[in-house]
């Protein structure tokens, strides 16, 4: 491993100048995934500064909205009885990620910039644009099972890993970033960016800015959402498919509907199709079924991936019969 110095944060202040001022400074928090990073060679910072013992772990929830400190750990929020009561999709995807023990270190904020778990991007002895930019992409003739089938580009196909967020596009989530220029709120889903041309760029996020918190708008569909997964093995794997839905229900009639995926797009994906052929219509098997059949509108699937296409339409399908059955 490549030395690294390691300062704890005394401020955000100081930890946000510190971090935009100085080249290859970066923040830690549970080091879950960054400690993985460093072993493998993927990622060498100058500098680590620690952002634990800022006080950024509360977990606020008013008959508004929920606020959730971005060092409060992945367990302590799926735990909370009131996101599992009223934002059931945040407590389910955070549930169905990783292990107990990681999920005791790992923050929300660090959650949500976990890097990809695309196998060339973590070999480092193969082309990957993503952490060598201008090397190629292993993935596009090589094994892609697990790779994007939307958002993908002529540069990289690699998934984005994470459960979270995919369940926060369906809750109209914003994250809370504080930087050099001060404080912003900014939609969870306008949070990362398809390769393109770059793949290595992946956020919107600038040098030294740092999560504060991830805000939740109390809402009716919100109450009703669902996060289902679906993955090789049962506990303590990444998805294949995951769909997570979120469907306000009056008198059995559909007045709004919100319907995201992983595990098949270079970002958490929304399906505004799939939400347009909801919207206005009373709850119904077939309903979901023809609605889920615009699940893969636009994908491109890969040697090994096509299989995505179809398990991607079914788990959206499931997902949505779920909600609809709740009361
Ligand atoms: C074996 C294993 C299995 C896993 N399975 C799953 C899974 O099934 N589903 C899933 O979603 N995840 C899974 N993960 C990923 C895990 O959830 C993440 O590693 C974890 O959430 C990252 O949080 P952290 O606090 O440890 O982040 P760190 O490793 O500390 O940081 C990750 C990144 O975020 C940055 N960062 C951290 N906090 C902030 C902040 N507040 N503001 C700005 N930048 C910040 C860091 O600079 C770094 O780039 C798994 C991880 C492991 C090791």
Same mark, same amino acid.
Request: aromatic share 4%; with cysteine.
């Given at each position: 491993?490549?030395?690294?110095?390691?300062?704890?944060?005394? %401020?955000?202040?100081?930890?946000?100048?510190?971090?935009?001022?100085?080249?290859?400074?970066?923040?830690?928090?549970?080091?879950? *995934?960054?400690?993985?990073?460093?072993?493998?060679?993927?990622?060498?910072?100058?500098?680590?500064?620690?952002?634990?013992?800022?006080?950024?772990?509360?977990?606020?929830?008013?008959?508004?909205?929920?606020?959730?400190?971005?060092?409060?750990?992945?367990?302590?929020?799926?735990?909370?009885?009131?996101?599992?009561?009223?934002?059931?999709?945040?407590?389910?995807?955070?549930?169905? %990620?990783? %292990?107990?023990?990681?999920?005791?270190?790992? %923050?929300?904020?660090?959650?949500?910039?976990?890097?990809?778990?695309?196998?060339?991007?973590?070999?480092?002895?193969?082309?990957?644009?993503?952490?060598?930019?201008?090397?190629?992409?292993?993935?596009?003739?090589?094994?892609?099972?697990?790779?994007?089938?939307?958002?993908?580009?002529?540069?990289?196909?690699?998934?984005?890993?994470?459960?979270?967020?995919?369940?926060?596009?369906?809750? *109209?989530?914003?994250?809370?970033?504080?930087?050099?220029?001060?404080?912003?709120?900014?939609?969870?889903?306008?949070?990362?960016?398809?390769?393109? *041309?770059?793949?290595?760029?992946?956020?919107?996020?600038?040098?030294?800015?740092?999560?504060?918190?991830?805000?939740?708008?109390?809402?009716?569909?919100?109450?009703?959402?669902?996060?289902?997964?679906?993955?090789?093995?049962?506990?303590?794997?990444?998805?294949?498919?995951?769909?997570?839905?979120?469907? *306000?229900?009056?008198?059995?009639?559909?007045?709004?509907?919100?319907?995201?995926?992983?595990?098949?797009?270079?970002?958490?994906?929304?399906?505004?199709?799939?939400?347009?052929?909801?919207?206005?219509?009373?709850?119904?098997?077939?309903?979901?079924?023809?609605?889920?059949?615009?699940?893969?509108?636009?994908?491109?699937?890969?040697?090994?991936?096509?299989?995505?296409?179809?398990?991607?339409?079914?788990?959206?399908?499931?997902?949505?019969?779920?909600?609809?059955?709740?009361?």
């Amino acid at each position: 491993m490549v030395p690294f110095a390691y300062a704890a944060a005394p %401020s955000a202040d100081a930890a946000i100048a510190h971090v935009a001022r100085r080249r290859g400074a970066e923040f830690i928090a549970g080091g879950t *995934d960054m400690l993985q990073l460093l072993q493998e060679g993927v990622r060498v910072p100058a500098e680590l500064v620690d952002i634990n013992r800022l006080p950024l772990d509360g977990i606020e929830v008013d008959t508004d909205a929920v606020r959730i400190g971005a060092t409060a750990r992945m367990s302590d929020v799926a735990d909370h009885p009131r996101i599992r009561a009223e934002y059931p999709a945040v407590a389910e995807a955070l549930l169905l %990620s990783a %292990s107990p023990q990681v999920r005791n270190m790992a %923050s929300i904020g660090g959650n949500l910039l976990q890097r990809t778990r695309c196998v060339y991007f973590r070999d480092v002895v193969t082309p990957c644009n993503k952490r060598a930019p201008g090397s190629g992409c292993s993935a596009l003739d090589g094994e892609n099972r697990l790779h994007a089938i939307l958002g993908a580009s002529p540069h990289c196909i690699a998934t984005y890993a994470g459960d979270l967020a995919v369940a926060l596009v369906v809750l *109209d989530a914003n994250v809370v970033i504080n930087g050099p220029e001060g404080a912003r709120t900014l939609p969870v889903e306008a949070l990362h960016r398809v390769p393109g *041309d770059a793949p290595e760029v992946e956020t919107v996020l600038e040098p030294g800015d740092l999560i504060t918190a991830v805000l939740i708008p109390a809402s009716a569909h919100a109450r009703r959402s669902h996060y289902l997964k679906v993955r090789d093995r049962a506990s303590f794997e990444f998805a294949l498919v995951s769909a997570a839905v979120a469907l *306000d229900i009056d008198a059995a009639v559909i007045r709004q509907a919100r319907v995201a995926v992983g595990g098949v797009g270079t970002k958490p994906w929304r399906l505004p199709a799939v939400e347009h052929a909801l919207v206005g219509h009373r709850v119904d098997d077939e309903l979901f079924h023809a609605a889920a059949a615009r699940a893969a509108d636009g994908a491109e699937p890969r040697r090994h991936n096509a299989f995505k296409v179809e398990l991607l339409k079914r788990t959206v399908e499931r997902a949505l019969r779920t909600v609809g059955s709740r009361s």
